[in-house]
């Protein structure tokens, strides 16, 4: 990571909201010479660019009455988002309306200007607003250095003590970190699952420093017993077995600090991390919720440590022996609770596990921070500040190089942002206030499209926050088809919170035709321009396992004579007559029907029919239809069809019984079509065929077997 500093000191920025451009201009040339002026024309844009720039903002002017969002509103905004805490506002009003100022100063409003603009009078109260804030943020930023040095060299000094106990224990010096990054998962998953335990941010906080703690007791157990690489003896167990009362004891006996909540915390994570829920644990027998919670999650995240890393008695077991053992009882009994976390956690645990054991990136993160401290001339605010900036100018380059439609939603305000390419490409504002009722972004993608992507995107869960969908967007007077990609937007808290989503809509247009036509060339016979028979197969899969109550029935469908046909005239005479009985299928059936070449001369039939109609009309007019003759060659077709509601919704099974209704339509003098029964059982198959004897004839009635 590298900091990037101005050589010349950074001006104070200040924000001008107002409708009327006049105002804005009179303002700005009043301060432009000692100040960095940016401007917003209404209260959407300015929530957008506070949004992106807060931390840069020095004080906003912000005019009371505007259109789309009045000050009023800006002001519930910032509120919400806590920037009246760092930013000082002061209101720009044309009357002295004692109950608005009021209510202004209510919200958090530090001053008011009136128009006409006196400079002399907008000066001062500028500069003094502004010299207000900047002592108040000195005086924070020091307080928080401070705060984070503490707590930085707190942190450091339990990391210490923690490895001293691995190092003498010759254990994994990863061991603690899988600790701390267990805890914290399991904690955070259990409070967004239940307010059992009312765990706060704070106390997630606090136990997870302290499970670093949980093992201090062994520091005072013979080191023999600790590495003994063969089983321990029942009396080497029990000595082993002590290093929960004594790393107790060791904080119990601090002269101080004694009411701090970490050493309560630590206390509780030493003595009763080996505690099991059912009470068979030790030291004190503990059962149920009498053991602490924080005690409870450190003693999961150890067993699944333990089972998971190499130790001088054992190999390591795999992350899925390992959950299949803990969740089978096989290392103690857990609560139940707890169970469901780690069964939910389970796909995602390993992976992030080995993300947190990244040395390079801890120490990376360690240099960047002792290299930001030592830069005592500018504040950590301001180096963040300065980062920021380089990191937004990349964004912006990438996104307009990228060729993608970049956004980014927040729900409070309800407020759509594009990418400036994004906003060009697709012809709409940058910025979109209350997207759903808005007819340019709705004309581009539809009210179902919007809403089915919103929906999407709110079903997302911290652990599960990336969605993708395919559509098509209008723009530039024709449909194109883009994927989406969006992530969710959390913020922490018991239960998380849904603020918003980031995202981006990449053309596929191109790539998605070249898909489907490659497909349809898969899909489709060369010959006949009908499916064929693999793609037929695995569409009619699809519709008889979605429609288990409806009635189909297929048929298939041969030509006597076409031997012949190639043989006296010739084989593209023969290609031709395929050509022409497809066309006949397809002015025969629907065009929710599906049509198939089956293979060689013979074709395949798929339809949905209902009680109410009468299938042999159907498949006598199918039959008749492709009777005839091509020029002056006499067309003979046979025929047989299979029935769900005799044969059953098994594809290969239906397939069978149709091809041996066609063997025993052509077995009994071609020309005719035949329906499956029983008595066909043992047939013959004319396309596919079984072993088995025909040995009864079909009943014949008329054109068809009934």
């Known amino acids: 990571m590298v900091f990037i500093f101005n050589a010349e000191e950074r001006k104070e920025r200040i924000l001008i909201v107002d409708d009327a451009q006049m105002n804005r201009a009179i303002l700005a040339d009043m301060l432009e010479a000692d100040y960095e002026i940016i401007e917003a024309e209404n209260g959407v844009e300015a929530v957008s660019i506070l949004q992106k720039r807060s931390g840069e903002i020095s004080l906003v002017l912000l005019?009371?009455?505007?259109?789309?969002?009045?000050?009023?509103?800006?002001?519930?905004v910032m509120e919400q988002e806590h920037w009246m805490d760092s930013i000082p506002v002061i209101m720009i009003s044309a009357e002295s309306d004692v109950i608005q100022m009021q209510r202004a100063y209510d919200k958090g409003v530090v001053d008011f200007i009136?128009?006409?603009?006196?400079?002399?009078?907008?000066?001062?109260?500028?500069?003094?607003?502004?010299?207000?804030?900047?002592?108040?943020?000195?005086?924070?930023?020091?307080?928080?250095?401070?705060?984070?040095?503490?707590e930085r060299v707190s942190n450091l000094m339990i990391e210490i003590l923690s490895h001293v106990v691995e190092f003498r224990n010759e254990e994994s010096?990863?061991?603690?970190?899988?600790?701390?990054?267990l805890t914290e998962l399991f904690l955070k998953h259990l409070a967004g699952k239940t307010q059992r335990y009312h765990l706060s941010p704070a106390d997630i906080s606090l136990i997870v420093m302290a499970s670093a703690l949980h093992d201090i007791g062994k520091i005072a157990v013979d080191e023999r017993i600790l590495n003994k690489p063969a089983r321990l003896t029942d009396e080497e167990f029990e000595i082993i077995k002590t290093h929960t009362l004594l790393g107790a004891k060791m904080l119990d006996n601090l002269p101080i600090y004694t009411d701090e909540p970490l050493l309560k915390v630590a206390y509780q994570i030493c003595r009763w991390h080996h505690e099991r829920y059912d009470g068979r644990g030790y030291p004190d027998g503990l059962a149920g919720d009498d053991i602490p919670i924080a005690a409870q999650v450190v003693?999961?995240?150890?067993?699944?440590?333990?089972?998971?890393?190499?130790?001088?008695?054992?190999?390591?077991?795999?992350?899925?022996?390992?959950?299949?053992?803990?969740?089978?009882?096989?290392?103690?009994?857990?609560?139940?609770?707890?169970?469901?976390?780690?069964?939910?956690?389970?796909?995602?645990l390993e992976e992030t596990i080995k993300k947190s054991e990244s040395a390079q990136n801890q120490h990376e993160l360690w240099k960047t921070m002792q290299e930001a401290l030592r830069n005592k001339d500018v504040s950590i605010s301001d180096r963040s500040l300065r980062q920021l900036n380089h990191e937004r100018m990349k964004a912006n380059f990438y996104a307009d190089m990228s060729g993608e439609i970049q956004f980014e939603y927040t729900l409070a305000p309800e407020m759509l942002t594009l990418s400036d390419w994004g906003a060009r490409k697709l012809g709409l504002e940058?910025?979109?206030?209350?997207?759903?009722?808005?007819?340019?972004?709705?004309?581009?993608?539809?009210?179902?499209?919007?809403?089915?992507?919103?929906?999407?995107?709110?079903?997302?869960?911290?652990?599960?926050?990336?969605?993708?969908?395919?559509?098509?967007?209008?723009?530039d007077g024709q449909p194109r088809w883009y994927q989406i990609v969006a992530r969710s937007i959390w913020e922490e808290g018991t239960p998380p919170k849904y603020v918003g989503a980031i995202g981006k809509a990449v053309d596929i247009h191109e790539s998605l035709m070249r898909l489907m036509e490659l497909e349809k060339q898969a899909s489709y016979d060369m010959m006949t321009d009908l499916l064929n028979r693999y793609y037929a197969e695995r569409y009619i899969k699809e519709r008889l396992a979605k429609n288990q109550n409806a009635e189909f029935v297929l048929a298939l469908l041969d030509l006597?004579?076409?031997?012949?046909?190639?043989?006296?005239?010739?084989?593209?005479?023969?290609?031709r007559m395929l050509q022409h009985v497809a066309q006949l299928l397809r002015q025969a059936v629907r065009g929710s029907d599906i049509i198939a070449r089956a293979g060689g001369d013979e074709f395949l039939v798929f339809l949905k029919y209902t009680e109410d109609t009468d299938l042999d009309a159907i498949i006598s007019r199918i039959f008749n239809m492709l009777t005839g003759s091509y020029h002056g060659f006499k067309i003979s077709i046979s025929m047989g069809a299979a029935q769900t509601a005799t044969v059953g919704y098994d594809y290969d099974r239906l397939f069978q019984a149709a091809d041996q209704a066609l063997y025993s339509a052509k077995k009994a003098g071609k020309g005719r079509y035949c329906y499956y029964d029983a008595t066909m059982r043992n047939t013959l198959s004319a396309i596919s065929p079984i072993d088995g004897q025909d040995n009864k004839a079909p009943d014949l009635r008329g054109g068809g077997v009934q």
């Open 299 to 348: 003693a999961l995240a150890d067993v699944y440590d333990a089972l998971t890393s190499e130790r001088c008695y054992k190999k390591a077991y795999s992350h899925e022996t390992a959950v299949n053992m803990i969740l089978e009882g096989q290392c103690g009994t857990f609560n139940p609770l707890l169970m469901e976390c780690l069964r939910e956690m389970d796909d995602g």
């Open 173 to 181: 010096g990863q061991h603690i970190l899988r600790i701390h990054v």
């Open 114 to 150: 009136l128009r006409p603009f006196d400079e002399r009078i907008v000066r001062r109260r500028v500069v003094n607003t502004i010299l207000l804030y900047t002592n108040q943020k000195k005086l924070i930023e020091l307080v928080a250095e401070e705060i984070w040095e503490k």
């Open 560 to 575: 006597d004579e076409f031997k012949r046909a190639n043989d006296t005239n010739g084989h593209l005479f023969g290609d």
């Open 430 to 475: 940058k910025i979109i206030a209350d997207q759903k009722h808005d007819q340019a972004i709705r004309q581009i993608g539809g009210a179902d499209k919007l809403d089915t992507i919103s929906k999407a995107i709110r079903s997302t869960t911290p652990e599960a926050p990336v969605v993708r969908y395919e559509c098509e967007l209008h723009h």
């Open 63 to 76: 005019d009371m009455v505007m259109p789309e969002m009045d000050g009023f509103e800006v002001l519930d």
